[in-house]
């Protein structure tokens, strides 16, 4: 079964570059997150994966990594600027800790800028709300883009960017329903939203 590739880390960027025009016109995710959230990332990051959506998961970005520990604002922002506009869509991890960040008000500002202003398509730029914040109001600058609350949504939002059925994705076994017990994302998602 073909995956999705981490276009953050090289060795799967080189493969991508060996892949089929089919591989390569699919949707390239950009999470964005607080390193606090970082396990919840990386179980998002292999559900989209498993439902052969390309990400960008920045953990495996190396000149980023050198950026953050050498502490050169600039050269993370580059990272991160480069890394949302190789990306078609972004998708926006949130939790309480979120609003403590300082990079991931940035990097929706980006985002919206780059992804957004010129298609005015909101699935472009998404919001997934963890189970900690779930049912909660979000900030004024988060609801710029698609909301996602839950694993019923999240499911709506893979159907609709990769344009296949999420029935047909769930009996593929790429997906699965939000109402399966013990779905991969239980203890990050709230399933019924």
């Known amino acids: 079964m073909k995956k999705g590739y981490n276009k953050a880390k090289i060795s799967d960027r080189i493969s991508w570059i060996f892949e089929s025009q089919e591989i390569k016109s699919r949707p390239c995710v950009f999470l964005s997150h607080k390193k606090e959230d970082k396990p919840a990332c990386r179980k998002i990051a292999e559900y989209l994966s498993n439902a052969e959506i390309d990400y960008y998961l920045d953990e495996e970005d190396d000149m980023l990594q050198q950026a953050v520990y050498s502490e050169n604002a600039y050269k993370i922002t580059e990272s991160i600027k480069k890394g949302i506009s190789e990306s078609s869509h972004m998708l926006v991890v949130v939790s309480e800790k979120t ?95």
């Open 99 to 193: 609003y403590k960040s300082q990079w991931v008000p940035f990097e929706i500002g980006y985002g919206h800028s780059s992804l957004v202003d010129d298609t005015n398509d909101k699935l472009k730029l998404s919001i997934l709300t963890l189970k900690d914040l779930s049912e909660k109001d979000l900030p004024e600058f988060m609801q710029v883009g698609n909301i996602i609350r839950g694993t019923k949504s999240l499911n709506q939002y893979i159907s609709n960017i990769s344009n296949k059925l999420e029935k047909s994705m769930i009996n593929e076994t790429r997906l699965f329903s939000h109402s399966t017990r013990n779905h991969p994302l239980d203890n990050i998602l709230n399933w019924k939203l």
